[in-house]
């Protein structure tokens, strides 16, 4: 693969039960545990990345087909950037409510689909001054966009939270590295919900390092070897 493609950090947040649970704020979805929010925001500043990357919630990622964009419509849009870091919302439909083009502190970027997201939609985003880009037709086809993150943005490190995506890019051999943020006492069941991840995507193991970041909190973490 190219010298030039992003570097890729996928950060999977779990809660006490084992289940996903929200690590950075996001319009519709917030955090439903302060430790892990902030435990995500100490590693976000410890990975130091160009991009967060984060999904819109499930239940607004599926919207009525738009039914296709016109060509002249289907255009990457370069908003004005306000940050050197930005925040990259995956919102297919266009259906989160931006009222801005900032987001996290840092200048917001959306993938939308060719497919579900109208031209009404678009000329919003441009009003506000919202960068977009562009994913496939599927919904959870997160390549295209997250290439378009590189090649037109110049986005060089992301950092991935939200466990479709994270499985997406693992499955896809497009992760870099794996990061399981569990909120837990107990010792080993960070790396218990890591190895089950990678099993599940991969049907392979990695080698697993645990750490504990906080009271309650801990993280599991290995390497990937990229396609």
Same mark, same amino acid.
């Given at each position: 693969?190219?010298?030039?493609?992003?570097?890729?950090?996928?950060?999977?947040?779990?809660?006490?039960?084992?289940?996903?649970?929200?690590?950075?704020?996001?319009?519709?979805?917030?955090?439903?545990?302060?430790?892990?929010?902030?435990?995500?925001?100490?590693?976000?500043?410890?990975?130091?990345?160009?991009?967060?990357?984060?999904?819109?919630?499930?239940?607004?990622?599926?919207?009525?087909?738009?039914?296709?964009?016109?060509?002249?419509?289907?255009?990457?849009?370069?908003?004005?950037?306000?940050?050197?870091?930005?925040?990259?919302?995956?919102?297919?439909?266009?259906?989160?409510? !931006? &009222? *801005?083009? @900032?987001?996290?502190?840092?200048? %917001?970027?959306?993938?939308?689909?060719?497919?579900?997201? /109208?031209? $009404?939609?678009?000329?919003?985003?441009?009003?506000?001054?919202?960068?977009?880009?562009?994913?496939?037709?599927?919904?959870?086809?997160?390549?295209?966009?997250?290439?378009?993150?590189?090649?037109?943005?110049?986005?060089?490190?992301?950092?991935?939270?939200?466990?479709?995506?994270?499985?997406?890019?693992?499955?896809?051999?497009?992760?870099?590295?794996?990061?399981?943020?569990?909120?837990?006492?107990?010792?080993?069941?960070?790396?218990?919900?890591?190895?089950?991840? !990678? &099993? *599940?995507? @991969?049907?392979?193991?990695?080698? %697993?390092?645990?750490?504990?970041?906080?009271?309650?909190? /801990?993280? $599991?973490?290995?390497?990937?070897?990229?396609?």
């Amino acid at each position: 693969m190219a010298r030039s493609r992003s570097r890729v950090i996928s950060l999977v947040v779990l809660d006490a039960a084992g289940q996903p649970a929200a690590g950075f704020d996001l319009p519709g979805n917030p955090p439903e545990n302060c430790a892990l929010a902030a435990a995500c925001k100490a590693l976000g500043a410890h990975f130091g990345y160009d991009a967060l990357v984060l999904e819109a919630p499930v239940k607004l990622r599926r919207g009525a087909s738009a039914g296709g964009l016109p060509p002249e419509h289907a255009v990457v849009f370069h908003g004005i950037r306000m940050t050197a870091g930005m925040t990259v919302i995956f919102d297919p439909a266009g259906a989160l409510p !931006l &009222e *801005r083009n @900032l987001w996290l502190d840092s200048t %917001l970027l959306t993938i939308v689909s060719r497919t579900q997201v /109208s031209p $009404a939609r678009l000329r919003l985003l441009r009003e506000r001054e919202i960068s977009y880009t562009f994913a496939d037709s599927h919904l959870d086809d997160y390549a295209p966009g997250l290439i378009s993150l590189r090649s037109d943005f110049g986005l060089r490190r992301l950092l991935l939270c939200g466990e479709g995506l994270c499985a997406y890019c693992v499955r896809n051999g497009m992760a870099d590295e794996l990061h399981v943020l569990m909120a837990t006492t107990q010792k080993g069941q960070a790396t218990a919900a890591a190895r089950a991840f !990678l &099993e *599940r995507e @991969l049907a392979m193991g990695a080698p %697993l390092e645990e750490r504990e970041l906080s009271a309650g909190i /801990s993280i $599991a973490s290995c390497r990937l070897r990229r396609a």
